[in-house]
Antibody
Framework: QVQLQESGPGLVKPSETLSLTCTVS????????WSWIRQSPGKGLEWIGY???????NYNPSLKSRVSISVDTSNNQFSLKLTSMTAADTAVYFC?????????WGQGTLVTVSS | QSALTQPASVSGSPGQSITISCTGT?????????VSWYQQHPGKAPKLVIY???NRPSGVSNRFSGSKSGNTASLTISGLQAEDEADYYC??????????FGIGTKVTVL
């Protein structure tokens, strides 16, 4: 049973870059798609994007200019970078296995944008 | 990309069946059989209950079933139980090679 765990800062200043890492355990990161999804407080879910283990990516057009997802197969991790953070980016960020449906999720990490 | 439309809330008594609708367009729900459904309890990560419109992952109760007609997908929960009280989200692949979520439905067990 694969497990995912997000890690990164819980507080980011406006205009700064968010960097989150998802560590995959109990299985290999190879031969799978891996995604980031977020949920603003009290709101619904928003797909951010996915990466295939080979490095191929696909991003939400509304975030495409600010988002980057990378993979580190040697450490069984994948990462999210989101630049120019604003209060609107305050959310719980989830990492998940899959590209189009997501069968395994991390517990989520709350990221607050505030000075 | 507009969010898929779901009813804000649906309720039912224990043992009853309820259906949650998820309405999109001919560019997403209507075009592909790539609709999935997620159950989310407060403070928890979402849990996949249906994928590819009708498929149920291993370990998910057979009380959950999915279907689609035209631009609308549906999730039916039969034999409603107290543990089914949660938020439910649909998602669909789109013609833009992206994914869009529904706005979410709160299910209340009376």
């Amino acid at each position: 049973q694969v497990q995912l765990q997000e890690s990164g800062p819980g507080l980011v200043k406006p205009s700064e870059t968010l960097s989150l890492t998802c560590t995959v355990s109990g299985g290999s990161i190879s031969n799978n798609y891996w995604s980031w999804i977020r949920q603003s407080p009290g709101k619904g879910l928003e797909w951010i994007g996915y990466i295939y283990f080979t490095g191929t990516t696909n991003y939400n057009p509304s975030l495409k200019s600010r988002v980057s997802i990378s993979v580190d197969t040697s450490n069984n991790q994948f990462s999210l970078k989101l630049t120019s953070m604003t209060a609107a980016d305050t959310a719980v960020y989830f990492c998940a296995r899959g590209g189009g449906w997501w069968g395994s999720w991390g517990q989520g990490t709350l990221v607050t944008v505030s000075s | 990309q507009s969010a898929l439309t779901q009813p804000a809330s649906v309720s039912g008594s224990p043992g009853q069946s309820i259906t949650i609708s998820c309405t999109g367009t001919s560019s997403d729900v209507g075009a592909y059989d790539y609709v999935s459904w997620y159950q989310q309890h407060p403070g928890k990560a979402p849990k996949l209950v249906i994928y590819d419109v009708t498929n149920r992952p291993s370990g998910v109760s057979n009380r959950f079933s999915g279907s689609k007609s035209g631009n609308t997908a549906s999730l039916t929960i039969s034999g409603l139980q107290a543990e089914d009280e949660a938020d439910y989200y649909c998602t669909s692949y789109t013609s833009s090679n992206t994914y869009v979520f529904g706005i979410g439905t709160k299910v209340t067990v009376l």
